[in-house]
T-cell receptor
Framework: NAGVTQTPKFQVLKTGQSMTLQCAQD?????MYWYRQDPGMGLRLIYY???????DKGEVPNGYNVSRLNKREFSLRLESAAPSQTSVYFC?????????????FGPGTRLTVL | GIQVEQSPPDLILQEGANSTLRCNFS?????LQWFHQNPWGQLINLFY???GTKQNGRLSATTVATERYSLLYISSSQTTDSGVYFC???????????FGAGTTVTVRA
């Protein structure tokens, strides 16, 4: 089992460029999440997908869109990147959206916006 | 949302020492998890512990839900314990995880 995988690992963008971060899990989990981590802070939830076919906003959704492509894959899109979106992005998954499940994290994508 | 405070923010230990990390939260929670982020950035779940006490090797955790705090104990610390330890709690209203700012632990040989 690879667990949760993310691509790319690193990315540098110019202001205004767009890109999509990819996430996939092979644990047959129903719920998936995107977080961002900024220096000196914990992780903040951007968007989540409680189950296939549903997505919802988290704490900091502005400037992002998501797609739950199928049960395995959950992508995060930056339509017009801004320097404030420089961060490390983590994808996570859990078995269900029940409040009782451990979340498993991918290795992260380090994004720099110039 | 639920406020999560972790203390201390930084901790420097000599190898073999014991330590206690604290997590306070502002409201009732469904779920509390402790994570370790290693120096390469990987986040690993240590404990799912909404209440009670659990042990895993040299690590143990206790959550007192009625008093809204959790403690993570590291015994006989090793250099591989270095990294950032995060506490995260899940609100019963929306099931979203809120993270504390973390405790950075440095274990010196």
């Amino acid at each position: 089992n690879a667990g949760v995988t993310q691509t790319p690992k690193f990315q540098v963008l110019k202001t205004g460029q767009s890109m999509t971060l990819q996430c996939a899990q092979d644990m047959n989990h129903n719920s998936m999440y995107w977080y961002r981590q900024d220096p000196g802070m914990g992780l903040r939830l951007i968007y989540y997908s409680a189950s296939e076919g549903t997505t919802d906003k988290g704490e900091v959704p502005n400037g992002y869109n998501v797609s739950r492509l199928n049960k395995r894959e959950f992508s995060l899109r930056l339509e017009s990147a801004a320097p404030s979106q420089t961060s490390v992005y983590f994808c996570a998954s859990s078995e269900a959206w029940t409040g009782k499940d451990t979340q498993y994290f991918g290795p992260g994508t380090r994004l720099t916006v110039l | 949302g639920i406020q999560v405070e972790q203390s201390p923010p930084d901790l420097i230990l000599q190898e073999g020492a014991n330590s206690t990390l604290r997590c306070n939260f502002s409201d009732s929670v469904n779920n509390l998890q402790w994570f370790h982020q290693n120096p390469w950035g990987q986040l690993i779940n240590l404990f799912y512990i909404p209440s009670g006490t659990k042990q895993n090797g040299r690590l143990s955790a206790t959550t007192v839900a009625t008093e809204r705090y959790s403690l993570l104990y590291i015994s006989s610390s090793q250099t591989t314990d270095s990294g950032v330890y995060f506490c995260a709690v899940e609100s019963p209203n929306d099931y979203k995880l809120s993270f504390g700012a973390g405790t950075t632990v440095t274990v010196r040989a």
